[in-house]
């Protein structure tokens, strides 16, 4: 919302300056987020009198006047405009002058006659679109008055947010009643002064209410004539600082009493009303309105709509119709002020997505005094300002007077909730000054009647906030609590994934963080099964390919390497830990996994002037899983994997404790394809919820060894498709425990190897915890292996 | 015998002398004190010497080895410091060359600062909790106090699964799964993902948040000041100012907002801070009693406080990022930056 400040100040004396005040709003809630003066720049203008208008010599569309601005001599002014005559007076801008823009005003000849100045229209001075003729001044202006403080031209509008709880703040005379609390001076409202008519207007009219759920009520006036034209120029300047449109004076006292009270009001041309009456009902099925913006709506019979005799003319509460709305030709009004039930205002303004300033201030909640009042100011500028000719009386329809709810504060309460010592007295002053009335006082509590305009109070917290406010949030004191815990833990893997997102990183994997949404095509984009395709869905997605909530994390990481690699980073070794989502049928929330995914292509490590390059192969990939394993403390096996986005011969299956809890390997050609990525890609996915739920034991310590290790290799040839990690095996078996360790040192085929073959190399470490083992005892042991070997494995010593 | 005793001493001693080399020096030692050396030859003679001669001879040869086998030494030292000090000479390495640095990798800025901003938070004695993405309305919405047709709802633009389940909008919703689970005392910090159905340069649908609760007896409000506080000088710097103002959160009353010092100007107004000075980082309250009535806790026993922050705005303050798709574009040049 904006304030204009010269608008404030006719409701609240203020003797701070714009900057103190500020502030001061923003500390007692409304939030200044910006301070603007819009027509900062704007100078050298005063009122002028329009001496004489001769015709121009040279040209027929200008004219040639001389206007007094309280110089020496009338100032000759050359002008395009036809709508002054002798004895106006207009705003006038002189030699030097500034106008919108930074247009600045030279003395300069026009179709050769000397021209020292301008007289302004409207927008030349930044009051509204209105480009057809000059502003004319209330003559009783003395002339040479500076404009820029008479046209509001040095005004300072401060942009507010109102919270949603505070709709009693939206206006004028709502920031005033604030104001008014926290600087100790009244605020004032402007007297209201119609002189009906002697007709009645319920010669003129009625009022029906058919829904008083939706309506406690409703007060119409007839003004059974007006003139519309444009509104004066104070008023334009107001309604422009306000961010508003001027359009008329009928229009914009509507909008300027709605700025004003906060209330929202309504101008019907009475003439347009069958039977010139209204009913204020629910829709009727299959009615339809065509609104003022020229949109045509459907309503339905939750709404509630404001009628003629025959059909609705408005729907309440938040746009009028375009069939009854005032135009040039309206002569005669009838004038609505009315209260709405937020919640149907709220429900249809959703229902037939229109958002209005009406709506917003009957969403939060109207006020049933200030709809009187509202009511009777429009009723009065209409008399001053469009010749209106205002029935007498008002037909106003209340079927159901307001609660204005009591609330008691306990002031030790106050004090407890806040670490404050705010006197009793104190507390009750701030309330008091806010508008509440006292209903009883003790020493210890006070009970208050809520004025009609505070909707949100309905308990002592609200009270509380409002002492608060008043005593200011920076003199409560700033202390540390002393804080218990339960022995329950609420997020057990909390620590233990972030250790494992530093040992990745130190393992040289760089983290992502995607969007959680994706998109059924993406599954089969990235062939995983169709068990991933029971997705959940949203029903107002932001676009097809964020309409689910993901289901894998590999076809997020599959999208950053196509965009990383487009973008020329070749080399991508990274990690995402994060949920997944899959419905579960007897249940309304999914369920929610957090798994981890590791992409690796390109480099092996970043390029170094002393290292080799070598590009990611699966036991780069194979790597990573090790250190996750050992992280959580899984014995991992590795099994042959034939599934999805994976590459059969070059993927696995990862088992722990007999679960598949991690499914790894090269990305198959056709989905590398599907992606557009041109380089091997290798992924590895596990449930990471899983893998920490293991939660092993802790580990033992094993006594170090005393007796010294003997050290033996053995090098045999095998077939290709013996793995190598069976040989392992089968040593460990052979040996038995005087086998410590055994790692194999080289797998080699080529030259010196028969095809089909491949030589594998292990590397033994005997070692006894008891002894120091003998030539006998190792060769023996050896011997075994070899044995083993030889019958398993139809191994060949190399 | 004296005089050729004499003779070795000064010929070692100069052929010493002169050896640039330690195979040279080794030469002299083998002519000098070998086996088949001179003195060896001499001391050999000693034999054939008449038994008054013999002391003195013998002394003095002693005398001559010695000091051939010092200055051997002497000499082998200074020619060893003079071969090692050629060596490093030659082994000099270029300090401009880069090192061999373990290929670390990078952690995403919005989870190292989730974790900076809980840190400050566990070491004053609260625990993590988290909560599901996938929420219920009740949890997101009416347990807090924002009952359908609240207006405070038309500020979350929420994204629906079906009637009753949204993506949550703030990690609030984890207050009143948290509160359900135990009695106070209640002390937990939540982070997580939230969503809300926007989308342009400073709007992200997915964005991070990190939720605080602490219920016990006689929590106030100047607890949460000074709590938030510390918070602020811990993590922003202990010069940032802080400020409360009041504003409205339908699960929290009396409610604020906290303002810190534009980190960019220092307060004195830019396009960061909208020319005014302060930066809003978190929203904050007391614990609304209808909350606590959702959670069945007593209200006149026990008092709370709340706050909430969004994670990438005070990511993208830190590191002076420009937008917030970066975060969530994840390329590569972009995250290897931290």
Not at chain 1, 42 to 64: C, F, M, Q, W
Not at chain 2, 248 to 272: H, L, N, Q, W, Y
Request: hydrophobic share 40%; net charge negative; glycine share 8%.
């Amino acid at each position: 919302m904006r304030i204009s400040l010269n608008w404030l100040r006719e409701f609240i004396d203020i003797d701070i300056d714009v900057d103190t005040l500020a502030h001061k709003m923003t500390m007692l809630g409304i939030e200044i987020e910006a301070i603007e003066r819009p027509w900062q720049g704007i100078t050298g203008v005063y009122v002028g009198e329009i001496r004489s208008i001769e015709p121009h010599p040279n040209a027929d569309k200008l004219v040639v006047c001389k206007t007094d601005v309280g110089r020496d001599q009338p100032l000759q002014i050359v002008c395009g405009a036809t709508n002054m005559k002798v004895g106006d007076r207009v705003p006038t801008s002189v030699v030097g002058a500034k106008l919108v823009g930074g247009f600045e005003i030279a003395a300069r000849k026009m179709r050769g006659v000397p021209s020292e100045g301008m007289m302004c229209a409207a927008d030349e001075l930044g009051l509204g679109e209105d480009h057809s003729g000059l502003m004319i001044l209330d003559p009783s202006i003395p002339i040479g008055t500076d404009c820029i403080p008479l046209l509001g031209l040095d005004d300072v509008v401060f942009d507010v947010e109102i919270t949603p709880n505070r709709g009693d703040c939206a206006s004028m005379i709502g920031v005033a009643r604030e104001l008014s609390a926290l600087l100790g001076v009244p605020y004032r409202v402007p007297e209201v002064r119609i002189t009906e008519t002697s007709e009645p207007a319920t010669q003129f009219s009625s009022v029906t209410i058919e829904a008083p759920d939706l309506c406690p009520r409703y007060i119409g006036r007839v003004l059974p004539s007006v003139r519309v034209r444009r509104s004066p120029a104070w008023m334009c300047q107001r309604l422009i600082a306000a961010g508003q449109r001027p359009i008329s004076n009928v229009v914009d006292i509507t909008n300027y009493v709605l700025l004003e009270t906060g209330h929202p009001l309504h101008a019907f041309d009475y003439g347009l009303l069958e039977e010139n009456r209204v009913v204020v009902r629910r829709a009727r099925a299959g009615e339809v309105i065509i609104t003022i913006d020229g949109d045509s709506h459907p309503l339905s019979p939750e709404m509630l709509v404001i009628a003629d005799a025959v059909r609705p003319v408005a729907v309440a509460g938040i746009m009028g119709g375009k069939e009854s709305e005032v135009g040039e030709e309206t002569s005669r009004i009838f004038l609505e002020s009315a209260c709405f039930d937020p919640v149907s205002i709220r429900r249809s303004s959703r229902a037939l997505g229109l958002q209005t300033e009406a709506s917003a201030h009957f969403q939060r909640g109207a006020d049933v005094d200030m709809c009187l009042y509202a009511c009777n100011r429009a009723a009065a500028l209409m008399q001053e300002l469009a010749d209106g000719v205002v029935a007498a009386g008002l037909l106003d329809e209340h079927p159901r007077p307001p609660v204005r709810k009591t609330v008691q504060l306990r002031y030790d309460r106050a004090n407890l909730l806040l670490g404050a010592d705010i006197p009793a007295h104190t507390q009750r002053g701030y309330i008091q000054s806010l508008g509440f009335d006292v209903v009883e006082a003790s020493e210890t509590a006070c009970t208050f009647r809520a004025p009609t305009w505070r909707h949100d109070v309905s308990q002592e917290a609200d009270l509380i906030e409002d002492v608060a406010r008043l005593y200011g949030y920076d003199k409560i004191a700033a202390t540390l609590p002393s804080i218990s815990q339960v022995e329950q833990v609420f997020a057990p893997f909390e620590a233990r994934v972030r250790r494992l997102r530093a040992l990745l990183v130190g393992a040289g994997l760089t983290e992502m963080m995607h969007w959680t949404f994706s998109q059924a095509a993406d599954v089969r984009k990235s062939e995983l099964p169709d068990a991933y395709l029971d997705m959940v869905a949203l029903a107002n997605p932001l676009s097809e390919n964020l309409s689910t909530m993901r289901s894998s994390l590999i076809p997020g990481l599959l999208d950053n390497v196509t965009r990383n690699l487009h973008r020329g980073n070749g080399s991508i070794r990274a990690f995402e830990i994060g949920p997944v989502y899959k419905p579960r049928a007897d249940k309304d929330l999914p369920d929610e996994t957090l798994r981890i995914a590791v992409v690796l292509t390109g480099a092996a490590a970043s390029p170094h002037w002393a290292s080799e390059q070598r590009s990611v192969d699966f036991y780069d990939l194979k790597g990573i899983m090790e250190v996750i394993a050992d992280h959580v403390g899984a014995v991992a096996a590795y099994q042959p994997l034939e599934m999805g986005p994976f590459q059969t011969g070059q993927s696995a299956s990862v088992v722990v404790d007999g679960r598949e809890l991690a499914s790894m390997g090269l990305v198959k050609s056709t989905v590398l394809k599907a992606y557009d990525i041109e380089q091997p890609v290798y992924v590895l996915d596990a449930d990471l919820q899983a893998l920490l739920a293991l939660n092993p034991a802790a580990k033992q310590f094993e006594e170090i060894p005393q007796y010294p290790p003997s050290l033996r290799d053995i090098a045999v040839l095998v077939d290709n498709d013996v793995p190598a990690g069976a040989l392992c095996e089968a040593a460990r078996d052979a040996a038995g425990k005087i086998l410590r360790s055994v790692d194999i040192f080289d797998v080699y085929t080529g030259k010196q190897v028969p095809e089909g073959k491949k030589s594998v190399a292990l590397s033994l470490v005997f070692q006894s915890p008891e002894r120091t083992l003998t030539d006998q005892n190792t060769q023996k042991a050896w011997d075994k292996i070899l044995h083993k070997l030889e019958t398993e494995f139809n191994a060949t010593l190399r | 015998m004296k005089d050729k005793l004499e003779e070795i001493r000064a010929t070692a001693l100069g052929a010493i002398g002169r050896a640039e080399s330690l195979d040279a020096l080794e030469q002299a030692r083998v002519e000098f004190l070998g086996r088949k050396g001179g003195l060896t030859d001499v001391l050999r003679g000693l034999r054939d010497v008449s038994p008054e001669e013999r002391p003195a001879l013998g002394k003095l040869a002693n005398e001559v080895k010695d000091a051939i086998a010092n200055a051997l030494d002497e000499c082998k030292a200074a020619l060893e410091g003079k071969e090692a000090e050629k060596r490093a000479q030659k082994d000099r390495v270029d300090l401009s060359l880069p090192g061999r640095k373990p290929a670390l990798g990078h952690q995403h800025p919005i989870s190292t600062v989730t974790e900076e901003l809980l840190d400050i938070f566990l070491e004053l004695g609260f625990q993590v909790a988290t909560g599901p993405d996938v929420e219920t309305e009740y949890y997101n919405f009416d347990s807090l106090n924002t009952p359908a047709d609240h207006p405070a709802r038309d500020s979350h633009d929420t994204f629906f699964v079906k009637p009753g389940v949204v993506l949550r909008t703030h990690t609030s919703p984890v207050q009143m799964r948290v509160m359900e689970q135990t009695h106070p005392p209640v002390a937990v910090v939540v982070p997580g993902r939230v969503y809300r159905v926007d989308l342009d340069a400073s709007h992200s649908p997915m964005f991070w948040q990190v939720e605080g609760l602490l219920v016990d007896r006689g929590i106030t409000f100047a607890d949460l000041k000074g709590t938030l506080m510390l918070f602020v000088h811990r993590f922003f710097g202990a010069d940032v100012k802080v400020r409360f103002r009041p504003h409205f959160f339908p699960f929290t009353e009396p409610s604020a907002e906290v303002d810190i010092s534009c980190s960019v100007c220092k307060g004195k107004g830019c396009r960061v801070c909208k020319y005014q000075g302060w930066l809003e980082i978190l929203g904050c309250g007391m614990v609304h009693p209808e909350v606590f009535r959702y959670a069945n806790y007593d209200y006149e026993t026990y008092t709370g406080y709340a706050f909430g922050m969004g994670v990438d705005r005070i990511a993208m303050l830190r590191h002076a990022i420009s937008s917030i798709g970066h975060l969530y574009e994840n390329d590569l040049r972009f995250l290897e930056q931290f």
